[in-house]
Structures are given as structure tokens and as C-alpha cells.
């Protein structure tokens, strides 16, 4: 079945730095989603990306779904200390299934 | 707004013995789900349910393991003998599924720690 892999898997930054994750899948997806999952709770859905080449914004959060549709990243200006968590990407796991497969995720520290 | 909910946050249990976790998915959806997360470790998916049946289900869902919606809101995992590496963090979640349930989003409940002795 399709894996997503996400690099890097930790990532610590200063505040005020930017911040980027990456999801890649070795076959085409018909959509992509991003979760976040703050330390200690439940993933929350962000975003879904399901057009080739596709941007979104979500105030500091840029959502991109690339050209060929193998390929997501997310990227956060300025970062906060409220941004702190694991960011997941998930895609289907086949083309005509009902699950959704987690990518391993990023894990964001950010020190003031 | 509506919310996924699980009982009990936490579930000690002896090796061996079975479990049942519970969750009230959102009313209005129509998937549902059952997640496990080892403690710092990925997000697996365990099993999808629609139209009171099993939709698909993953290597990890194994004979131990069943699930059920006894009622019209409850639905239900079971792991019938409980193994040390069982322990981790279990979500369920729920999805409306109306716009292709792999383009739905999936809300998660705040899961149920499970842990064996």
C-alpha cells in the first residue's frame, strides 16, 4: 500500500524563525491532508490539498501540493511557541480505500 | 462544536486480559475509524468501519482484535487477549465521508491510554 515519507522528523528552531516540513509519496495521490498534533492531545485536521500545484494559506501556514501530486510540504513564517507539535501529512492508502495513512510526522520545538 | 469522545482516557490491564474501548463518534458521519499511536511513534492506522461493517482494516488488525456499533452511537474496539506491546495510545475518529471518505477530514476523539502490565 502507499507510504508517505516526512522529513525531517525533529526540528528545533529560535521564535521568530521559519519552519518547513516535507512529504513525499512514492506514488500519486488524489488528495493530501495535514494534521497537527499538539504534545499530549489528539491529531487536529489542518488542511486538505487535492489540485495539482495547488497553495494554501492559513495565516503563517503555506500549504503546497506538488505538480505530480507525489509530493506536500508546509511551511510556517515566523514561527510562534504556540506552533509547537507534530505536524503529520496523510494521504489514502489506495485508490479506491477508505484509510488514511500517516506520514511518521516532524516534531517542532521552538525556544523564545 | 461537535466532538469524537472515548472512554476511558486511561485503561490498565494485565497481559492477557481483553479490553473494550469506546467511542461516540460525531453523529452526522458516516466513517469510522480506529488509530494507535505507540508513545512518540507514527499515527497507525488500525481500522475502518462504514454501513456497520468493516471497510478495511491493516496488517496490525489482527484475530485479537474486533469492532462493533452496538447501537446507534456507540462504536466499540476489542482486543480479546491483550499483549504487552498492545500498549499505546488508541484514537478513534469519525468522518462524514459524503465528498470521498479519503477526502473527508477525520476527527479525532482525545483517545484512550491503554496500557498492559
Known amino acids: 500500500g502507499q507510504q508517505v515519507m516526512q522529513i525531517p522528523q525533529y526540528q528545533h528552531v529560535q521564535e521568530g524563525e521559519d519552519f518547513t516540513t516535507y512529504c513525499n509519496s512514492s506514488?500519486?495521490?488524489?488528495?493530501i491532508q495535514w494534521y497537527k498534533q499538539r504534545p499530549g492531545g489528539h491529531p487536529v485536521f489542518l488542511i486538505q490539498?487535492?489540485?495539482?500545484?495547488e497553495v494554501k494559506k492559513q495565516k503563517r501556514l503555506t500549504f503546497q501540493f506538488g505538480e505530480a501530486k507525489k509530493n506536500s510540504s508546509l511551511h510556517i513564517t515566523a514561527t510562534q511557541t504556540t506552533d509547537v507539535g507534530t505536524y503529520f501529512c496523510?494521504?489514502?492508502?489506495?485508490?479506491?480505500?477508505?484509510?488514511?495513512?500517516f506520514g511518521k510526522g516532524t516534531t517542532l520545538s521552538v525556544s523564545s | 462544536e461537535p466532538e469524537v469522545t472515548q472512554t476511558p482516557s486511561h485503561q490498565v490491564t494485565q497481559m492477557g486480559q481483553e479490553v473494550i474501548l469506546r467511542c461516540v463518534p460525531i453523529?452526522?458521519?458516516?466513517?469510522f475509524y480506529w488509530y494507535r499511536q505507540i508513545l512518540g511513534q507514527k499515527v497507525e492506522f488500525l481500522v475502518s468501519?462504514?454501513?456497520?461493517?468493516?471497510?478495511?482494516k491493516s496488517e496490525i488488525f489482527d484475530d485479537q482484535f474486533s469492532v462493533e456499533r452496538p447501537d446507534g452511537s456507540n462504536f466499540t474496539l476489542k482486543i480479546r487477549s491483550t499483549k504487552l506491546e498492545d500498549s499505546a495510545m488508541y484514537f478513534c475518529?469519525?468522518?462524514?465521508?459524503?465528498?470521498?471518505?479519503?477526502?473527508?477530514?477525520?476527527?479525532f476523539g482525545n483517545g484512550t491510554r491503554l496500557t498492559v502490565t
Open positions: 475518529a469519525s468522518s462524514e465521508g459524503r465528498s470521498g471518505v479519503a477526502r473527508s477530514p477525520l476527527h
Open positions: 506514488t500519486t495521490l488524489s488528495n
Open positions: 490539498l487535492v489540485k495539482s500545484g
Open positions: 496523510a494521504g489514502p492508502g489506495n485508490q479506491a480505500g477508505t484509510a488514511l495513512i
Open positions: 453523529s452526522n458521519h458516516l466513517y
Open positions: 468501519f462504514y454501513n456497520n461493517e468493516i471497510s478495511e
